[in-house]
C-alpha cells in the first residue's frame, strides 16, 4: 500500500497520544481505589465492573481514529481488475513431430482440442488471431473479435515439415501492429512447440524484436523427452527445445510452460487465460478505507450506549 500524501500520517502520533492518556487514567483510577478503601470492603461498596467493555467502545474509537487518519493519507493499493481490451496470438507448431503418440491419442489433436478450448474462454472483447508455423509461419485467422474464426482455423490446421519458432514470432508480432496502430491494445504471444527451431529466422532475432516492440512471448514445452515419431520408416526422438522457449519467453517478459499431458496443458491454458484477462493496476481505495473507519466508530457508539448508555 502506498500513499498520495503521507505527511498526514504523522497524526497517528496524536491517536498514540491518546492510547496512552487513556491508559494512564486507568491506571490512575485503579490506584486511587485502592488506596482510599480495603479490599473487603471493595467488594461489598463497588459495583461489578463490566470487564473487557469497558474498554471496547475506547478501544474501537480509537481504531476509528487510526482507520481515519490513514483514509486522510489517500491510500494507493494495486488492485486486479479485467482487462477491457488485449490482443492474443496463438502460435501453433504443426511440424510431423506433432504426430507423436506420447501424448494421447496425438500431441497433435490434444493440442488442438486446447488451444479451441482456450479461446474460447477469453474475453469477447479480447482480439485473437491464430498463426500456425512449420518450415514458414503463416497468419491462418486474422486477429480479430471474432473467436469463432480463429477456433475453425485451428480445428482446419494439418501437419507440415520443419519448425520455424523464430519466424513465427516475427509472423505474430506483424499481425499484432495490424491491431489499431494509433492506439494498440496490450498484446501477447501464446506460443507452443514440441521440438527446436529447425527453419526461418533465429530464435535470439525474434525475441529481440518482440522484446523492443513490448510484446510478451509465452512459450509452452510441449511432449515428453521419450516422444519419438516415424518419419520414412525409422522412429525419430522428438523432444522440445526447452532451453530454447524458455530462454524467449525470459527475453521477452514473457511465461514459460511444460506440458506433457492433456491435463497439463490444460492447466497451462487456463493459468494464460487468468494472467491474459486480467491486469494489475493503482488504484486510490479512500472511500473504502473512510467506510471502515466510519463503521468502527458507529460500533463504539453501538456498544458505549448498549452496555453504559453513554457515549464514549
Given at each position: 500500500?502506498?500513499f498520495?500524501q503521507p505527511?498526514w500520517?504523522?497524526l497517528?502520533v496524536?491517536?498514540?497520544?491518546l492510547v496512552?492518556?487513556?491508559l494512564?487514567?486507568?491506571?490512575?483510577r485503579?490506584?486511587?481505589a485502592v488506596r482510599?478503601?480495603?479490599?473487603?470492603?471493595?467488594e461489598?461498596v463497588?459495583p461489578?465492573r463490566p470487564?473487557?467493555?469497558r474498554h471496547a467502545?475506547?478501544?474501537a474509537?480509537?481504531?476509528?481514529l487510526t482507520?481515519?487518519?490513514i483514509?486522510?493519507?489517500r491510500?494507493?493499493?494495486?488492485?486486479r481488475v479485467?482487462r477491457e481490451?488485449?490482443t492474443v496470438?496463438?502460435a501453433m507448431d504443426?511440424s510431423n513431430s506433432?504426430?507423436a503418440?506420447d501424448?494421447?491419442?496425438n500431441r497433435f489433436e490434444t493440442?488442438k482440442q486446447?488451444a479451441v478450448?482456450?479461446?474460447r474462454?477469453l474475453p469477447e472483447?479480447?482480439n485473437?488471431?491464430?498463426?500456425?508455423f512449420?518450415?514458414?509461419?503463416?497468419v491462418v485467422s486474422a486477429p480479430?473479435?471474432?473467436?469463432?474464426?480463429?477456433?475453425d482455423?485451428?480445428?482446419?490446421?494439418?501437419?507440415r515439415d520443419?519448425?520455424?519458432?523464430g519466424?513465427?514470432?516475427?509472423?505474430?508480432?506483424?499481425?499484432?501492429?495490424?491491431?489499431?496502430?494509433d492506439d494498440?491494445?496490450?498484446?501477447?504471444?501464446?506460443l507452443?512447440?514440441?521440438?527446436?527451431?529447425?527453419?526461418g529466422s533465429?530464435?535470439?532475432?525474434a525475441?529481440a524484436?518482440a522484446a523492443?516492440?513490448g510484446?510478451p512471448v509465452s512459450?509452452?514445452?510441449?511432449?515428453?523427452?521419450e516422444g519419438?515419431?516415424n518419419?520414412?520408416?525409422?522412429?525419430?526422438?522428438?523432444?522440445?527445445?526447452?532451453?530454447?522457449?524458455?530462454?524467449?519467453a525470459?527475453?521477452t517478459?514473457?511465461?514459460?510452460?511444460?506440458?506433457?499431458?492433456?491435463?497439463?496443458l490444460?492447466?497451462?491454458y487456463?493459468?494464460?487465460q487468468?494472467?491474459?484477462?486480467?491486469?494489475?493496476e493503482?488504484?486510490?481505495i479512500?472511500?473504502?478505507?473512510a467506510?471502515?473507519?466510519?463503521?468502527?466508530?458507529?460500533?463504539?457508539a453501538?456498544?458505549?450506549l448498549?452496555?453504559?448508555s453513554r457515549?464514549?
Amino acid at each position: 500500500m502506498r500513499f498520495e500524501q503521507p505527511l498526514w500520517l504523522w497524526l497517528l502520533v496524536l491517536v498514540a497520544a491518546l492510547v496512552a492518556a487513556y491508559l494512564i487514567a486507568q491506571r490512575r483510577r485503579t490506584k486511587y481505589a485502592v488506596r482510599f478503601a480495603t479490599l473487603p470492603m471493595l467488594e461489598k461498596v463497588a459495583p461489578v465492573r463490566p470487564g473487557w467493555r469497558r474498554h471496547a467502545p475506547a478501544a474501537a474509537f480509537l481504531a476509528a481514529l487510526t482507520v481515519l487518519t490513514i483514509a486522510i493519507a489517500r491510500p494507493v493499493a494495486d488492485i486486479r481488475v479485467p482487462r477491457e481490451r488485449a490482443t492474443v496470438l496463438v502460435a501453433m507448431d504443426i511440424s510431423n513431430s506433432m504426430a507423436a503418440t506420447d501424448v494421447a491419442p496425438n500431441r497433435f489433436e490434444t493440442a488442438k482440442q486446447a488451444a479451441v478450448e482456450f479461446v474460447r474462454e477469453l474475453p469477447e472483447k479480447f482480439n485473437v488471431g491464430l498463426v500456425s508455423f512449420a518450415r514458414t509461419a503463416t497468419v491462418v485467422s486474422a486477429p480479430s473479435t471474432n473467436h469463432q474464426a480463429t477456433v475453425d482455423a485451428i480445428n482446419s490446421l494439418q501437419l507440415r515439415d520443419s519448425t520455424a519458432i523464430g519466424d513465427a514470432v516475427l509472423t505474430s508480432l506483424q499481425a499484432v501492429r495490424s491491431i489499431d496502430p494509433d492506439d494498440p491494445p496490450p498484446s501477447r504471444i501464446v506460443l507452443l512447440s514440441d521440438g527446436g527451431n529447425t527453419a526461418g529466422s533465429p530464435v535470439d532475432e525474434a525475441a529481440a524484436a518482440a522484446a523492443q516492440a513490448g510484446v510478451p512471448v509465452s512459450t509452452i514445452a510441449y511432449g515428453t523427452p521419450e516422444g519419438t515419431v516415424n518419419l520414412e520408416g525409422r522412429d525419430v526422438a522428438v523432444p522440445a527445445d526447452t532451453e530454447a522457449l524458455k530462454g524467449l519467453a525470459d527475453a521477452t517478459s514473457g511465461s514459460f510452460y511444460e506440458a506433457e499431458n492433456d491435463e497439463q496443458l490444460r492447466d497451462v491454458y487456463s493459468d494464460l487465460q487468468s494472467s491474459i484477462g486480467w491486469t494489475t493496476e493503482p488504484r486510490e481505495i479512500t472511500n473504502l478505507v473512510a467506510g471502515v473507519a466510519l463503521a468502527a466508530a458507529l460500533l463504539a457508539a453501538l456498544a458505549s450506549l448498549l452496555w453504559f448508555s453513554r457515549l464514549p
